[in-house]
């Protein structure tokens, strides 16, 4: 098992310029998840994906972020234009089909900085 | 949503000593999670326990949903355990806590 692969670990961009995050989730999980991590606001869920859908994606802070899940093995993290209040460190988590009936396993996360 | 909250936000201590950190939640939850973020960033799953009572090794954790509270264990800890620990929930959702901060010097 390897685990939640994320890609890459670290980010460096210039404000407004795309970035891209991506993530690899446990062969056999179904229900994905993109969290994002800062000083300020801890960790808050952005989207959750059910069967490669979309579930709840209230936590998405505006538009220029968006998410994508083309299969069962492959998620991406879509910021355009990015902007320096989006310097934070980005996880991606699977699980068991059903949220709250198995455990959430973490990827190691990706640090995005925008200068 | 569901608030959760941790106690102490953060706890020094020294090498062996024993501690508990404290999760509270405001309403009924299908299920919890402890983490620890160790100070790589890595988020390792410590105990995913809806109720009642599990151990693994030196971390020992206790749920009671019907009081909506969940405790953890360090006994004699070491100072591969510092980090911040969360506690995680479910309603429909995985919700975290703020997390303890643990530092245990040698």
């Known amino acids: 098992d390897a685990g939640v692969i994320q890609s890459p670990r670290h980010e460096v961009t210039e404000m407004g310029q795309e970035v891209t995050l991506r993530c690899k989730p446990i062969s056999g999980h179904n229900s994905l998840f993109w969290y994002r991590q800062t000083m300020m606001r801890g960790l808050e869920l952005l989207i959750y994906?059910?069967?490669?859908?979309?579930?709840?994606d209230s936590g998405m802070p505006e538009d220029r972020f968006s998410a994508k899940m083309p299969n069962a093995s492959f998620s991406t993290l879509k910021i355009q234009p990015s902007e320096p209040r989006d310097s934070a460190v980005y996880f991606c988590?699977?699980?068991?089909?059903?949220?709250?009936?198995?455990?959430?396993?973490f990827g190691n996360g990706t640090r995005l900085t925008v200068t | 949503g569901i608030q959760v909250e941790q106690s102490p936000p953060d706890l020094i201590l020294q090498e062996g000593a024993n501690s508990t950190l404290r999760c509270n939640f405001s309403?009924?939850?299908?299920?919890l999670q402890w983490f620890h973020q160790n100070p790589w960033g890595q988020l390792i799953n410590l105990f995913y326990i809806p109720s009642g009572t599990k151990q693994n090794g030196r971390l020992s954790a206790t749920t009671v949903a019907t009081e909506r509270y969940s405790l953890l264990y360090i006994s004699s800890s070491q100072t591969t355990d510092s980090g911040v620990y969360f506690c995680a929930v479910y309603d429909y959702k995985l919700s975290f806590g703020a997390g303890t901060t643990v530092t245990v010097r040698a």
């Open positions: 309403d009924s939850v299908n299920n």
């Open positions: 988590a699977s699980s068991l089909p059903g949220t709250g009936v198995s455990p959430l396993h």
């Open positions: 994906f059910n069967n490669n859908v979309p579930i709840d």
